[in-house]
């Protein structure tokens, strides 16, 4: 093989697919190499869109995590437009139960929507709540889509609009000066235009940047058939280390871990020990609910946990990784800033602060090297 396109995107996570889409619906021929990534990090999430309840400081981090958040309601009825499935968006709002031993604060972005409830009040925003929840933050505007069903949507985008999914897995980078020649891959060399590398956890393999892997180890239970309602959780519950997703669908997601063992795969007793404790702290009757499913993903973590996006030290290459907790979240404002530079060359003010160079001195990259 040795085909060319306009513009390739190593990586077929998240990132790379909803790029891709977003390219191709602005007139762009573009390509994905999905490689065969057994883990990746859109499994290892619950799809939580939660900006506010993860408490992101005032930051150009948390303006690009509004922003996208924002961009949310219409960027997933165009992908349910196009390809008459759902992506499980639900605007739940988050709860963040505080317990007896926990300080409650008032969030530093206090300019936004957020409401504290006493005792009392929480227990009637959600029934059931553990008993040594004194109260909590309710934040209405945050947010969850079902990450999976998410991921087979942008799937299916992709084949309806035509844009060739290659299922080869990248090798090396070709770079030669300030340029980017092509990409070997397990099948051949691929060449293009432009090139954007967004392998997630993997990118260290092909590029020299700090993206690293933190394993993210999960669990489903669901509610049992003999309750009275589908769902008695309506909203998600966020905790200290630990969280609980309801879906629609009776299913409640539990997770994650964060864990620096590299790339060790495998669900661990500790592991599920420790998610199975903080939820049930949080709302004890999911003691009582059967166990569905066990998996584990890498998230693509960086030393600052920010993602790095933009230019790179070659000039055709750009860069979408390194979206550490967040990548769902950013999915859809990650995809239209960089297509707008890499189809309008417009740099968006708030891409400065996820640049490469931020880095750069410590890799010894300034010059393409």
């Not at 505007?141 to 609009?161: G, H, I, M, P, W």
């Not at 769902?231 to 879906?247: A, D, E, H, N, S």
């Not at 709302?283 to 993602?307: K, M, S, V």
Request: net charge negative.
């Amino acid at each position: 093989m040795n085909s060319s396109t306009d513009i390739l995107i190593i990586g077929g996570g998240i990132i790379g697919f909803s790029l891709a889409v977003e390219l191709k619906l602005r007139g762009a021929s573009v390509t994905i190499l999905a490689g065969e990534l057994q883990q990746p990090a859109a499994r290892a999430a619950a799809g939580m869109l939660a900006p506010q309840a993860e408490r992101i400081p005032p930051s150009p981090m948390l303006d690009l995590c509004l922003q996208s958040r924002a961009l949310y309601p219409a960027w997933v009825e165009q992908l349910e437009d196009i390809t008459g499935l759902q992506t499980g968006y639900w605007r739940s709002g988050i709860l963040a139960p505080v317990c007896q031993d926990q300080d409650y604060e008032k969030p530093e972005s206090s300019n936004l929507n957020a409401q504290w409830l006493d005792g009392d009040a929480i227990r009637q925003h959600q029934i059931g709540l553990g008993e040594k929840i004194i109260g909590g933050w309710w934040y209405p505007e945050d947010s969850q889509v079902d990450n999976c069903a998410l991921f087979r949507t942008l799937q299916t985008a992709s084949k309806k609009l035509g844009i060739e999914v290659i299922p080869d897995s990248a090798v090396e980078i070709i770079r030669q000066g300030n340029r980017v020649l092509g990409v070997k891959t397990t099948a051949g060399k691929l060449q293009a235009d432009r090139y954007v590398l967004a392998t997630g956890a993997w990118s260290k393999q092909l590029l020299d940047i700090p993206v690293f892997p933190r394993k993210g180890q999960m669990l489903s239970v669901c509610v049992p058939e003999d309750c009275a309602v589908t769902q008695p959780l309506q909203m998600v519950l966020f905790g200290t280390g630990i969280y609980i997703v309801p879906r629609q669908d009776g299913r409640i997601i539990i997770g994650a871990t964060s864990e620096n063992v590299g790339f060790t795969a495998g669900n661990t007793p500790a592991g599920m020990q420790s998610l199975l404790a903080g939820a049930m702290k949080l709302y004890p009757e999911l003691q009582n609910y059967p166990l569905l499913e066990f998996w584990w993903g890498f998230r693509p973590a960086t030393p600052d946990e920010f993602p790095i996006l933009g230019a790179s030290a070659w000039e055709n290459l750009i860069l979408g990784t390194g979206h550490y907790r967040n990548g769902i979240l950013l999915a859809p404002v990650t995809a239209k800033l960089l297509a707008d530079l890499i189809l309008e060359r417009k740099l968006d003010p708030l891409l400065a602060a996820f640049d490469y160079s931020r880095f750069a001195e410590s890799l010894g990259v300034e010059n393409g090297e």
